[in-house]
Protein backbone atom coordinates (compact mmCIF):
# COMPACT_ATOMS: atom_id res chain seq x y z
CA UNK A 1 0.00 0.00 0.00
CA UNK A 2 1.54 3.35 -0.80
CA UNK A 3 1.85 5.87 2.02
CA UNK A 4 0.09 8.93 1.91
CA UNK A 5 1.45 11.44 -0.06
CA UNK A 6 2.81 14.57 1.83
CA UNK A 7 0.65 17.73 1.96
CA UNK A 8 2.23 20.39 0.69
CA UNK A 9 2.84 23.37 2.95
CA UNK A 10 0.88 26.43 2.39
CA UNK A 11 3.64 28.70 1.74
CA UNK A 12 7.67 28.64 1.45
CA UNK A 13 7.90 26.00 -1.04
CA UNK A 14 10.64 28.17 -3.04
CA UNK A 15 13.16 27.77 -0.33
CA UNK A 16 12.55 23.93 0.22
CA UNK A 17 14.33 21.00 -1.18
CA UNK A 18 12.11 18.44 -3.12
CA UNK A 19 12.52 15.51 -5.55
CA UNK A 20 10.89 13.42 -7.68
CA UNK A 21 9.70 9.94 -6.20
CA UNK A 22 11.64 6.79 -6.63
CA UNK A 23 8.66 5.36 -7.72
CA UNK A 24 7.79 7.69 -10.54
CA UNK A 25 8.47 7.12 -13.55
CA UNK A 26 9.60 10.01 -16.45
CA UNK A 27 9.14 9.76 -19.61
CA UNK A 28 9.74 12.92 -22.27
CA UNK A 29 7.41 13.78 -24.73
CA UNK A 30 7.52 16.59 -27.74
CA UNK A 31 4.96 18.82 -25.36
CA UNK A 32 6.54 17.97 -22.20
CA UNK A 33 7.02 14.78 -20.39
CA UNK A 34 4.65 11.87 -18.57
CA UNK A 35 5.19 11.08 -15.24
CA UNK A 36 3.96 7.62 -13.75
CA UNK A 37 3.77 6.41 -10.05
CA UNK A 38 4.06 3.01 -10.18
CA UNK A 39 2.80 2.73 -6.39
CA UNK A 40 -0.23 4.88 -6.80
CA UNK A 41 -0.87 4.20 -10.60
CA UNK A 42 -1.31 8.03 -11.14
CA UNK A 43 -0.24 9.64 -14.23
CA UNK A 44 0.47 13.46 -14.58
CA UNK A 45 0.95 15.49 -17.57
CA UNK A 46 4.16 18.03 -17.62
CA UNK A 47 3.00 20.21 -20.41
CA UNK A 48 5.95 22.07 -20.92
CA UNK A 49 9.52 21.27 -20.82
CA UNK A 50 10.43 24.06 -18.90
CA UNK A 51 8.60 22.34 -16.50
CA UNK A 52 10.03 19.31 -17.10
CA UNK A 53 13.71 20.40 -16.59
CA UNK A 54 12.54 22.24 -13.48
CA UNK A 55 11.24 18.86 -11.88
CA UNK A 56 14.70 17.00 -13.35
CA UNK A 57 16.63 19.77 -11.16
CA UNK A 58 14.69 19.34 -7.96
CA UNK A 59 16.73 16.61 -7.00
CA UNK A 60 20.25 18.23 -7.02
CA UNK A 61 18.79 21.81 -6.32
CA UNK A 62 19.05 23.28 -2.61
CA UNK A 63 15.45 24.84 -2.69
CA UNK A 64 12.75 25.40 -5.57
CA UNK A 65 14.35 29.00 -6.54
CA UNK A 66 17.10 27.23 -7.60
CA UNK A 67 15.45 25.17 -10.05
CA UNK A 68 13.65 27.77 -11.23
CA UNK A 69 16.17 29.98 -11.98
CA UNK A 70 18.45 27.29 -13.77
CA UNK A 71 15.81 25.85 -15.71
CA UNK A 72 15.39 29.65 -16.97
CA UNK A 73 11.61 30.17 -15.43
CA UNK A 74 10.78 33.83 -15.84
CA UNK A 75 9.98 34.89 -12.09
CA UNK A 76 6.77 36.11 -13.30
CA UNK A 77 5.71 32.31 -13.91
CA UNK A 78 7.01 31.14 -10.98
CA UNK A 79 2.92 31.54 -9.15
CA UNK A 80 2.12 28.94 -11.78
CA UNK A 81 5.36 26.57 -11.62
CA UNK A 82 4.33 26.49 -7.70
CA UNK A 83 0.97 25.30 -8.25
CA UNK A 84 2.25 22.96 -10.58
CA UNK A 85 4.66 21.62 -8.07
CA UNK A 86 1.94 21.94 -5.32
CA UNK A 87 -0.14 19.97 -7.17
CA UNK A 88 2.45 17.11 -7.55
CA UNK A 89 3.50 16.79 -4.24
CA UNK A 90 -0.15 16.31 -3.18
CA UNK A 91 -0.90 13.39 -5.07
CA UNK A 92 2.93 12.10 -4.07
CA UNK A 93 4.86 12.60 -7.45
CA UNK A 94 7.29 14.61 -5.61
CA UNK A 95 8.66 14.51 -2.13
CA UNK A 96 10.18 17.05 0.21
CA UNK A 97 14.03 16.15 0.64
CA UNK A 98 13.89 18.56 3.93
CA UNK A 99 12.67 21.59 5.18
CA UNK A 100 15.34 24.71 4.58
CA UNK A 101 14.93 27.85 6.02
CA UNK A 102 11.14 29.55 6.84
CA UNK A 103 8.54 30.47 4.55
CA UNK B 1 16.66 38.72 -19.25
CA UNK B 2 16.38 41.87 -18.75
CA UNK B 3 13.31 43.04 -16.23
CA UNK B 4 11.56 44.49 -19.09
CA UNK B 5 11.52 41.04 -20.54
CA UNK B 6 10.39 39.23 -17.66
CA UNK B 7 8.30 41.46 -16.28
CA UNK B 8 6.37 41.55 -19.67
CA UNK B 9 6.78 37.80 -20.54
CA UNK B 10 3.07 36.30 -21.25
CA UNK B 11 1.90 33.79 -18.67
CA UNK B 12 2.38 29.56 -20.22
CA UNK B 13 -0.39 28.34 -21.65
CA UNK B 14 0.07 24.80 -23.15
CA UNK B 15 -3.31 24.27 -23.79
CA UNK B 16 -5.64 21.66 -23.57
CA UNK B 17 -3.99 18.36 -22.79
CA UNK B 18 -6.54 16.58 -25.25
CA UNK B 19 -4.83 18.31 -28.28
CA UNK B 20 -1.41 17.61 -27.58
CA UNK B 21 -2.34 13.85 -27.48
CA UNK B 22 -4.12 14.49 -31.10
CA UNK B 23 -0.66 14.81 -32.27
CA UNK B 24 0.58 11.76 -31.13
CA UNK B 25 3.11 10.85 -28.20
CA UNK B 26 6.74 9.11 -28.84
CA UNK B 27 5.17 5.86 -27.40
CA UNK B 28 1.56 4.76 -26.06
CA UNK B 29 0.85 5.57 -22.93
CA UNK B 30 -0.71 2.08 -22.27
CA UNK B 31 -1.50 -0.74 -24.68
CA UNK B 32 -3.49 -4.34 -24.84
CA UNK B 33 -1.55 -6.75 -25.75
CA UNK B 34 -3.89 -9.66 -27.22
CA UNK B 35 -1.05 -13.00 -26.03
CA UNK B 36 -3.19 -15.61 -27.60
CA UNK B 37 -6.47 -16.22 -29.64
CA UNK B 38 -7.37 -19.67 -28.13
CA UNK B 39 -9.70 -19.63 -25.61
CA UNK B 40 -12.11 -22.21 -23.42
CA UNK B 41 -14.92 -20.07 -23.84
CA UNK B 42 -17.02 -18.51 -26.69
CA UNK B 43 -18.42 -15.64 -25.75
CA UNK B 44 -21.24 -14.56 -28.50
CA UNK B 45 -19.77 -10.71 -28.01
CA UNK B 46 -15.92 -10.99 -28.35
CA UNK B 47 -14.40 -8.62 -29.97
CA UNK B 48 -11.38 -10.69 -31.02
CA UNK B 49 -13.45 -13.75 -32.33
CA UNK B 50 -11.26 -15.36 -30.56
CA UNK B 51 -11.62 -19.37 -29.55
CA UNK B 52 -9.02 -21.56 -31.76
CA UNK B 53 -4.80 -20.44 -30.91
CA UNK B 54 -3.21 -19.09 -34.32
CA UNK B 55 -0.20 -21.37 -34.60
CA UNK B 56 1.54 -18.14 -35.91
CA UNK B 57 1.69 -17.04 -32.14
CA UNK B 58 4.95 -14.95 -30.98
CA UNK B 59 7.07 -17.03 -28.91
CA UNK B 60 8.07 -16.96 -25.53
CA UNK B 61 11.16 -14.99 -26.33
CA UNK B 62 9.53 -13.17 -28.71
CA UNK B 63 6.87 -12.28 -26.05
CA UNK B 64 10.06 -11.15 -23.96
CA UNK B 65 11.90 -9.39 -26.51
CA UNK B 66 8.54 -7.19 -26.86
CA UNK B 67 8.28 -6.33 -23.23
CA UNK B 68 12.22 -5.75 -23.02
CA UNK B 69 11.10 -3.16 -25.98
CA UNK B 70 8.10 -1.89 -23.99
CA UNK B 71 10.51 -1.23 -21.48
CA UNK B 72 12.69 0.84 -23.37
CA UNK B 73 9.78 3.04 -24.96
CA UNK B 74 9.03 3.24 -21.39
CA UNK B 75 5.47 2.11 -21.72
CA UNK B 76 4.26 2.25 -18.35
CA UNK B 77 1.68 -0.57 -18.13
CA UNK B 78 0.09 -2.90 -20.23
CA UNK B 79 -3.23 -4.20 -20.64
CA UNK B 80 -3.09 -8.14 -21.01
CA UNK B 81 -5.99 -10.31 -23.14
CA UNK B 82 -6.74 -12.43 -25.32
CA UNK B 83 -8.94 -14.96 -26.07
CA UNK B 84 -8.16 -15.80 -22.41
CA UNK B 85 -4.68 -15.18 -21.41
CA UNK B 86 -3.96 -17.79 -18.81
CA UNK B 87 -4.25 -20.81 -21.43
CA UNK B 88 -1.45 -20.05 -22.50
CA UNK B 89 1.45 -22.25 -20.86
CA UNK B 90 4.30 -19.51 -20.20
CA UNK B 91 1.59 -16.68 -19.07
CA UNK B 92 2.43 -16.78 -15.71
CA UNK B 93 6.42 -16.18 -16.71
CA UNK B 94 5.57 -13.54 -18.78
CA UNK B 95 4.16 -11.82 -16.24
CA UNK B 96 6.83 -11.87 -14.12
CA UNK B 97 9.21 -10.68 -16.54
CA UNK B 98 7.38 -7.62 -17.34
CA UNK B 99 6.75 -6.57 -13.71
CA UNK B 100 10.65 -7.61 -13.64
CA UNK B 101 11.35 -4.90 -16.61
CA UNK B 102 9.00 -2.01 -15.31
CA UNK B 103 6.10 -2.60 -16.91
CA UNK B 104 2.57 -2.76 -14.87
CA UNK B 105 0.27 -5.26 -16.20
CA UNK B 106 -3.45 -5.52 -15.64
CA UNK B 107 -4.86 -8.91 -17.35
CA UNK B 108 -8.21 -9.80 -18.27
CA UNK B 109 -9.60 -12.97 -17.63
CA UNK B 110 -13.18 -14.82 -17.24
CA UNK B 111 -11.41 -16.31 -13.81
CA UNK B 112 -11.50 -20.67 -14.72
CA UNK B 113 -8.09 -20.43 -13.77
CA UNK B 114 -7.90 -17.57 -10.81
CA UNK B 115 -7.60 -20.29 -8.43
CA UNK B 116 -6.45 -19.83 -4.51
CA UNK B 117 -3.31 -20.56 -4.81
CA UNK B 118 -2.78 -17.92 -8.13
CA UNK B 119 -4.74 -15.72 -6.35
CA UNK B 120 -2.34 -15.39 -3.49
CA UNK B 121 0.37 -15.10 -5.81
CA UNK B 122 -1.08 -12.55 -7.32
CA UNK B 123 -2.04 -10.92 -4.57
CA UNK B 124 1.53 -10.82 -3.36
CA UNK B 125 2.89 -9.58 -6.76
CA UNK B 126 3.13 -5.16 -7.03
CA UNK B 127 2.57 -3.76 -10.44
CA UNK B 128 -0.22 -6.93 -11.48
CA UNK B 129 -3.78 -5.97 -11.43
CA UNK B 130 -6.39 -8.37 -12.54
CA UNK B 131 -10.13 -7.42 -14.77
CA UNK B 132 -12.51 -10.12 -14.20
CA UNK B 133 -14.87 -10.52 -16.81
CA UNK B 134 -18.77 -10.37 -15.98
CA UNK B 135 -21.96 -9.33 -18.34
CA UNK B 136 -24.65 -10.32 -15.97
CA UNK B 137 -25.62 -9.94 -12.33
CA UNK B 138 -27.34 -12.37 -12.52
CA UNK B 139 -26.18 -16.21 -13.71
CA UNK B 140 -29.14 -16.58 -16.63
CA UNK B 141 -27.80 -12.81 -17.92
CA UNK B 142 -24.25 -13.40 -18.03
CA UNK B 143 -24.30 -17.04 -18.85
CA UNK B 144 -26.51 -15.79 -22.50
CA UNK B 145 -23.61 -14.39 -23.59
CA UNK B 146 -20.49 -15.85 -22.46
CA UNK B 147 -21.52 -19.48 -21.78
CA UNK B 148 -22.79 -21.91 -19.10
CA UNK B 149 -20.98 -21.98 -15.91
CA UNK B 150 -19.30 -18.82 -16.63
CA UNK B 151 -20.43 -16.30 -13.98
CA UNK B 152 -19.93 -19.00 -10.88
CA UNK B 153 -16.49 -19.33 -12.48
CA UNK B 154 -16.40 -15.15 -12.18
CA UNK B 155 -17.69 -15.38 -8.81
CA UNK B 156 -15.18 -18.24 -7.63
CA UNK B 157 -12.43 -16.03 -8.97
CA UNK B 158 -13.22 -12.87 -7.06
CA UNK B 159 -13.94 -14.41 -3.96
CA UNK B 160 -10.50 -15.94 -4.31
CA UNK B 161 -8.77 -13.21 -5.14
CA UNK B 162 -10.94 -11.26 -2.39
CA UNK B 163 -9.59 -14.08 0.56
CA UNK B 164 -6.31 -13.36 -0.91
CA UNK B 165 -6.31 -10.27 0.06
CA UNK B 166 -6.10 -8.64 -3.76
CA UNK B 167 -7.91 -5.21 -3.19
CA UNK B 168 -9.62 -3.26 -6.41
CA UNK B 169 -8.72 -5.46 -8.66
CA UNK B 170 -11.25 -4.89 -11.63
CA UNK B 171 -14.95 -6.28 -12.72
CA UNK B 172 -15.42 -5.60 -16.29
CA UNK B 173 -18.85 -5.50 -17.59
CA UNK B 174 -19.61 -4.74 -21.10
CA UNK B 175 -22.76 -3.06 -21.17
CA UNK B 176 -25.52 -4.60 -23.30
CA UNK B 177 -29.54 -4.41 -23.53
CA UNK B 178 -30.32 -7.19 -20.97
CA UNK B 179 -27.91 -5.66 -18.68
CA UNK B 180 -28.51 -2.14 -18.26
CA UNK B 181 -31.29 -2.45 -15.73
CA UNK B 182 -28.71 -4.14 -13.24
CA UNK B 183 -26.14 -1.46 -12.62
CA UNK B 184 -26.97 -1.18 -9.05
CA UNK B 185 -26.61 -5.14 -8.87
CA UNK B 186 -23.25 -4.74 -10.44
CA UNK B 187 -21.95 -2.22 -8.26
CA UNK B 188 -23.13 -4.54 -5.17
CA UNK B 189 -21.44 -7.35 -6.75
CA UNK B 190 -17.84 -5.54 -7.17
CA UNK B 191 -18.23 -4.00 -3.61
CA UNK B 192 -19.02 -7.06 -1.96
CA UNK B 193 -15.63 -8.53 -3.53
CA UNK B 194 -13.43 -5.42 -2.77
CA UNK B 195 -13.56 -4.79 -6.68
CA UNK B 196 -13.26 -2.20 -8.46
CA UNK B 197 -16.40 -1.72 -11.00
CA UNK B 198 -15.79 -0.88 -14.89
CA UNK B 199 -18.21 -0.73 -17.24
CA UNK B 200 -17.43 -0.78 -20.77
CA UNK B 201 -19.21 -0.32 -24.70
CA UNK B 202 -20.17 -3.03 -26.62
CA UNK B 203 -18.98 -2.22 -29.66
CA UNK B 204 -19.76 -4.36 -33.38
CA UNK B 205 -16.09 -5.39 -33.52
CA UNK B 206 -15.60 -9.46 -33.88
CA UNK B 207 -18.14 -11.48 -33.21
CA UNK B 208 -20.40 -8.41 -31.76
CA UNK B 209 -20.82 -7.68 -35.09
CA UNK B 210 -23.10 -11.07 -35.15
CA UNK B 211 -24.86 -9.64 -32.42
CA UNK B 212 -25.46 -6.60 -32.73
CA UNK B 213 -28.65 -5.55 -33.61
CA UNK B 214 -30.02 -7.98 -30.46
CA UNK B 215 -27.78 -6.49 -27.70
CA UNK B 216 -26.78 -2.68 -28.52
CA UNK B 217 -28.39 -0.73 -25.92
CA UNK B 218 -31.62 0.90 -27.13
CA UNK B 219 -31.96 5.03 -26.83
CA UNK B 220 -33.64 5.24 -23.50
CA UNK B 221 -31.13 2.67 -21.76
CA UNK B 222 -28.35 4.65 -23.19
CA UNK B 223 -29.76 7.65 -21.46
CA UNK B 224 -30.55 5.39 -18.41
CA UNK B 225 -26.69 4.90 -18.12
CA UNK B 226 -25.25 8.15 -18.29
CA UNK B 227 -27.74 9.05 -15.90
CA UNK B 228 -26.27 6.22 -13.73
CA UNK B 229 -22.62 7.37 -14.47
CA UNK B 230 -23.46 10.99 -13.78
CA UNK B 231 -24.96 10.08 -10.39
CA UNK B 232 -22.01 7.15 -9.62
CA UNK B 233 -19.28 7.54 -12.53
CA UNK B 234 -16.78 8.77 -9.28
CA UNK B 235 -16.49 5.25 -8.41
CA UNK B 236 -16.84 3.56 -11.43
CA UNK B 237 -14.65 2.89 -14.41
CA UNK B 238 -15.08 3.42 -18.18
CA UNK B 239 -12.21 3.09 -20.00
CA UNK B 240 -13.30 6.53 -21.51
CA UNK B 241 -15.76 4.03 -23.62
CA UNK B 242 -18.73 6.52 -23.55
CA UNK B 243 -17.71 9.40 -24.67
CA UNK B 244 -20.25 9.64 -27.43
CA UNK B 245 -22.88 9.75 -24.24
CA UNK B 246 -21.50 13.17 -23.48
CA UNK B 247 -23.55 14.40 -25.92
CA UNK B 248 -26.46 14.37 -23.41
CA UNK B 249 -24.84 17.35 -21.36
CA UNK B 250 -21.90 17.05 -18.89
CA UNK B 251 -18.81 15.07 -20.59
CA UNK B 252 -18.50 12.38 -18.39
CA UNK B 253 -14.76 12.27 -16.80
CA UNK B 254 -11.94 10.86 -19.36
CA UNK B 255 -10.04 12.55 -21.91
CA UNK B 256 -12.89 12.48 -24.03
CA UNK B 257 -10.76 11.18 -26.79
CA UNK B 258 -10.55 8.82 -29.34
CA UNK B 259 -7.27 7.26 -29.04
CA UNK B 260 -6.56 4.95 -31.44
CA UNK B 261 -3.16 5.27 -33.19
CA UNK B 262 -2.55 8.61 -30.95
CA UNK B 263 -2.44 7.38 -26.90
CA UNK B 264 -3.18 3.42 -27.44
CA UNK B 265 -3.00 0.66 -29.56
CA UNK B 266 -3.23 -3.02 -29.94
CA UNK B 267 -0.28 -5.99 -30.38
CA UNK B 268 -2.05 -8.66 -31.16
CA UNK B 269 -1.05 -12.60 -30.71
CA UNK B 270 1.13 -13.32 -34.05
CA UNK B 271 2.26 -9.52 -33.38
CA UNK B 272 0.08 -7.47 -35.75
CA UNK B 273 -0.41 -3.77 -34.54
CA UNK B 274 -3.74 -2.44 -35.11
CA UNK B 275 -4.81 1.30 -33.97
CA UNK B 276 -7.03 -0.35 -31.12
CA UNK B 277 -8.62 -3.44 -30.24
CA UNK B 278 -11.86 -2.66 -31.41
CA UNK B 279 -10.55 -2.28 -34.83
CA UNK B 280 -8.77 -6.12 -35.61
CA UNK B 281 -9.09 -5.19 -39.48
CA UNK B 282 -6.89 -4.52 -42.53
CA UNK B 283 -7.79 -0.96 -42.81
CA UNK B 284 -6.41 -0.06 -39.25
CA UNK B 285 -3.67 -2.63 -39.67
CA UNK B 286 -0.25 -0.67 -38.86
CA UNK B 287 2.45 -3.06 -39.37
CA UNK B 288 4.02 -6.43 -37.50
CA UNK B 289 6.64 -6.16 -34.52
CA UNK B 290 8.64 -9.11 -36.37
CA UNK B 291 9.53 -6.56 -38.75
CA UNK B 292 12.80 -4.62 -38.57
CA UNK B 293 12.33 -2.13 -35.75
CA UNK B 294 9.82 -3.45 -34.06
CA UNK B 295 6.96 -2.28 -32.12
CA UNK B 296 8.65 1.19 -31.66
CA UNK B 297 9.36 1.44 -35.47
CA UNK B 298 5.86 1.01 -36.34
CA UNK B 299 4.49 3.06 -33.81
CA UNK B 300 6.41 6.01 -34.74
CA UNK B 301 6.35 5.99 -38.52
CA UNK B 302 3.75 3.49 -39.59
CA UNK B 303 1.43 5.40 -42.10
CA UNK B 304 -1.69 4.58 -40.33
CA UNK B 305 -0.49 5.82 -37.15
CA UNK B 306 0.54 9.03 -38.79
CA UNK B 307 -2.96 9.39 -40.99
CA UNK B 308 -4.61 8.97 -37.12
CA UNK B 309 -2.40 11.60 -36.05
CA UNK B 310 -3.32 14.10 -38.61
CA UNK B 311 -6.06 17.07 -38.02
CA UNK B 312 -9.17 14.75 -38.73
CA UNK B 313 -12.17 15.88 -40.48
CA UNK B 314 -14.96 15.52 -37.76
CA UNK B 315 -17.36 15.76 -41.32
CA UNK B 316 -20.82 16.73 -40.19
CA UNK B 317 -20.08 16.41 -36.76
CA UNK B 318 -17.83 19.66 -36.21
CA UNK B 319 -21.31 21.51 -36.59
CA UNK B 320 -22.80 19.85 -33.69
CA UNK B 321 -23.04 21.86 -30.73
CA UNK B 322 -21.42 18.27 -28.46
CA UNK B 323 -18.70 18.20 -31.26
CA UNK B 324 -16.16 19.29 -28.06
CA UNK B 325 -17.25 16.12 -25.88
CA UNK B 326 -17.98 13.92 -28.63
CA UNK B 327 -15.87 14.13 -31.71
CA UNK B 328 -18.01 11.99 -33.46
CA UNK B 329 -18.07 9.04 -31.50
CA UNK B 330 -15.81 5.73 -32.11
CA UNK B 331 -14.26 4.86 -35.04
CA UNK B 332 -14.42 0.74 -34.85
CA UNK B 333 -18.48 1.21 -34.11
CA UNK B 334 -18.87 3.85 -37.41
CA UNK B 335 -16.33 1.37 -39.21
CA UNK B 336 -18.57 -2.36 -38.33
CA UNK B 337 -21.33 -1.08 -39.27
CA UNK B 338 -20.80 0.24 -42.45
CA UNK B 339 -20.87 4.04 -41.80
CA UNK B 340 -18.56 6.62 -43.02
CA UNK B 341 -15.99 7.93 -40.38
CA UNK B 342 -16.33 11.83 -40.59
CA UNK B 343 -20.00 11.17 -39.99
CA UNK B 344 -22.32 10.42 -36.55
CA UNK B 345 -21.61 7.46 -34.01
CA UNK B 346 -24.04 4.67 -34.99
CA UNK B 347 -25.62 5.35 -31.24
CA UNK B 348 -25.31 9.23 -31.93
CA UNK B 349 -27.49 10.50 -29.04
CA UNK B 350 -28.35 13.18 -30.63
CA UNK B 351 -29.90 11.06 -33.42
CA UNK B 352 -27.95 11.80 -36.32
CA UNK B 353 -26.79 8.63 -37.49
CA UNK B 354 -28.28 7.55 -40.70
CA UNK B 355 -28.88 3.72 -40.96
CA UNK B 356 -26.04 1.21 -41.22
CA UNK B 357 -24.09 0.99 -43.66
CA UNK B 358 -25.58 -2.10 -46.50
CA UNK B 359 -21.66 -3.21 -47.19
CA UNK B 360 -20.12 -4.11 -43.44
CA UNK B 361 -17.19 -4.97 -43.43
CA UNK B 362 -16.23 -8.48 -41.88
CA UNK B 363 -13.07 -8.66 -39.69
CA UNK B 364 -9.83 -9.63 -40.99
CA UNK B 365 -9.45 -12.55 -38.36
CA UNK B 366 -11.61 -15.42 -37.16
CA UNK B 367 -10.26 -17.56 -34.35
CA UNK B 368 -13.75 -18.92 -33.50
CA UNK B 369 -14.28 -22.10 -32.12
CA UNK B 370 -15.74 -24.22 -35.22
CA UNK B 371 -17.07 -27.19 -32.66
CA UNK B 372 -18.55 -27.74 -29.67
CA UNK B 373 -17.61 -25.46 -26.56
CA UNK B 374 -17.90 -27.08 -23.30
CA UNK B 375 -19.16 -23.81 -21.61
CA UNK B 376 -21.54 -22.79 -24.46
CA UNK B 377 -23.24 -19.38 -24.27
CA UNK B 378 -27.31 -20.02 -22.92
CA UNK B 379 -30.00 -19.47 -24.62
CA UNK B 380 -31.49 -16.77 -22.43
CA UNK B 381 -35.32 -17.77 -21.31
CA UNK B 382 -37.09 -14.53 -21.58
CA UNK B 383 -40.20 -16.23 -19.89
CA UNK B 384 -38.48 -16.87 -16.82
CA UNK B 385 -37.23 -14.62 -14.29
CA UNK B 386 -35.27 -15.95 -10.98
CA UNK B 387 -36.22 -14.70 -7.76
CA UNK B 388 -34.32 -12.27 -6.60
CA UNK B 389 -33.72 -13.94 -2.97
CA UNK B 390 -33.92 -16.92 -2.00
CA UNK B 391 -37.03 -16.99 0.29
CA UNK B 392 -39.23 -14.40 -1.20
CA UNK B 393 -42.95 -14.64 0.18
CA UNK B 394 -44.59 -12.52 -2.33
CA UNK B 395 -44.30 -13.41 -5.84
CA UNK B 396 -44.36 -10.49 -7.24
CA UNK B 397 -41.11 -9.09 -5.24
CA UNK B 398 -38.39 -7.35 -7.13
CA UNK B 399 -40.96 -6.85 -10.24
CA UNK B 400 -41.27 -3.22 -11.66
CA UNK B 401 -43.25 -2.06 -13.73
CA UNK B 402 -41.64 -2.67 -17.72
CA UNK B 403 -38.68 -5.26 -16.51
CA UNK B 404 -38.61 -7.84 -19.24
CA UNK B 405 -40.18 -11.12 -17.90
CA UNK C 1 15.38 37.55 2.15
CA UNK C 2 12.82 36.75 -0.96
CA UNK C 3 8.87 37.75 -0.35
CA UNK C 4 6.97 35.24 -0.63
CA UNK C 5 5.69 35.81 -4.58
CA UNK C 6 1.66 37.02 -4.26
CA UNK C 7 -0.77 35.26 -6.76
CA UNK C 8 -1.86 38.04 -9.12
CA UNK C 9 -6.14 38.55 -8.47
CA UNK C 10 -7.77 37.34 -11.77
CA UNK C 11 -11.31 38.61 -13.09
CA UNK C 12 -13.77 35.52 -12.65
CA UNK C 13 -13.51 35.07 -16.28
CA UNK C 14 -10.37 34.25 -16.27
CA UNK C 15 -10.38 31.51 -14.66
CA UNK C 16 -11.85 29.29 -17.55
CA UNK C 17 -7.78 30.51 -18.99
CA UNK C 18 -5.97 29.07 -15.81
CA UNK C 19 -7.56 26.22 -15.79
CA UNK C 20 -6.80 25.46 -19.77
CA UNK C 21 -2.84 26.69 -19.09
CA UNK C 22 -2.47 24.74 -16.06
CA UNK C 23 0.75 23.06 -16.09
CA UNK C 24 0.40 19.87 -14.56
CA UNK C 25 -2.78 17.96 -15.77
CA UNK C 26 -3.84 14.06 -14.26
CA UNK C 27 -5.33 11.47 -15.87
CA UNK C 28 -6.53 8.21 -14.98
CA UNK C 29 -4.37 5.40 -16.28
CA UNK C 30 -7.37 3.46 -16.74
CA UNK C 31 -9.10 6.28 -18.44
CA UNK C 32 -7.97 5.70 -22.10
CA UNK C 33 -10.22 4.52 -24.57
CA UNK C 34 -8.99 1.86 -26.95
CA UNK C 35 -7.76 -0.25 -23.43
CA UNK C 36 -9.13 -3.55 -22.23
Not at chain 1, 57 to 83: C, I, K
Not at chain 2, 103 to 127: C, H, M, Q, W
Not at chain 2, 202 to 222: C, I, K, N, T, Y
Amino acid sequence: MPTTPTAAPAGGMLEEAWALDESVALRPEPFGALAYHFGTRKLSFLKTPELVDVVRLLATSTSVEHALRDAGVPESHWPAYVGALRGLATGGMIRPRGQRGQA
Amino acid sequence: MTILEERTAPPPSPGKLVDQFEKGLDAPICLTWELTYACNLACVHCLSSSGRRDPRELSTDECKALIDEFERMQIFYVNIGGGEPTVRPDFWELLDYAVDHHVGVKFSTNGFRITPERAEKLAATDYVDVQISLDGATADVNDHVRGAGTYDAAMRAMANLQAAGMKDFKMSVVCTRHNIGQLDEFKAIADRYGAQLRLTRLRPSGRGADVWEELHPLPEQQRELYDWLIANGDQVLTGDSFFHLSAYGEALPGLNLCGAGRVVCLVDPVGDVYACPFAIHDQFLAGNVRSVGGFDTVWKTSDLFLELRSPQTGGACTKCSAYDSCRGGCMAAKFFTGMPLDGPDPECVKGNAGAPGEVRPTASQNHSHTGTVRNAPVPLTLTRRPPDKACDENPLAGLTAGTGG
Amino acid sequence: MTDPIQPETDAPEQEAELAESALVEEVSIDGMCGVY
